[in-house]
Each structure stands twice: as C-alpha cells, then as structure tokens.
C-alpha cells in the first residue's frame, strides 16, 4: 500500500481517535497532521498492518503531547470540546452534538488505558485483538479494562450501558 492509499483509509478514524483522546479540535487536527508525516518518512514496505501501525504513530503522538505538558497523570481535564451555535443548525444535530459533548466530557473522566479502550472497541468496533496489538496488552487486560471503563462510564452518565 502507498501512502497515498493509506491516508485516505486511515485519515478519519485516526482523527476521531485523537480527538476523543485529547478533547480538542485544534490540537487533534495537529497531532493528526504530525500521524501523517510521520508516517510519511517511513518505509512503509515494512509495515505488515497499516491500521496497527497508524494507531501506534498516533497513539505515541498523544503520549507525547501530553508528556511535553508534564500532564502525563491524566487528571481530568478541563477542556471543553468546540462550542457550536444554534443558529440555523436543526434541532436533531443540536441533540446529537449536545450528547457527543457528554461523551467527550465522560471520557476525560476516565483512566488513559479506560479511555483507549473504549474509543477502540466501542467508537472504533475493533476487536479484542486488534486493540491487544494497538495497545501492546493482553486480551485478558482489554477484557478487564473495557468491562471497568464501561462500569465507570455509566457511574459518570448516570445511566444504563451496554457492555457487549
């Protein structure tokens, strides 16, 4: 695969994973874009799972972020996500961009490792090893986080979720 080829595969969904992790338009844009050069400067030939891979860039990419802040301890953050009008948006986006800002705000409350988990197998819908081979953890470890993330998701949203 060329890079032009992965790009267009993996662009969108390396940007929705960056920006749940770091809760900011602007910055996830950033750390996409710096993903992609990244990658861009490597030799791809030796890539075996271009998902994998990108995931990984990206995935460094946010640590390293975050290390550079000295905020490394994951406290929860006070970021909020962009604000959008409501002027001339109709009222099922508003809703629906109302509880996506839920969901940004619920994720920051949780652990890293929680967070990753859960942006992997249930915004993402990758299976248990592909997140293992993102991640570098056991599928016993994935397991077990998901199932306390979920726990403490539903602690944060007061209600019921489903844990498949």
Known sequence: MDFDELYEQEFGKTYQYIRYMVSN?????DLTQDTFVRIYKTDLTKVTNFQTYTRQVARNLVYDYYRKRALIKWLPFTNIPEQ????????EWLIQEEDRKQLYEALQKLKPVQREVIIY???EELS????????????VKVANTQRS?????QKIL?????EA
Do not use: F
């Open 158 to 162: 007061g209600g019921e979720i489903d």
């Open 149 to 153: 993330a979920m726990l403490a998701l």
């Open 25 to 29: 338009a602007q910055v996830a844009e």
């Open 84 to 91: 959008v009008g409501d002027h001339d948006v109709p009222h």
């Open 121 to 123: 197998r249930k915004i």
């Open 128 to 139: 248990i090893q592909e997140t293992c081979a993102i991640m570098g953890l056991s599928s």
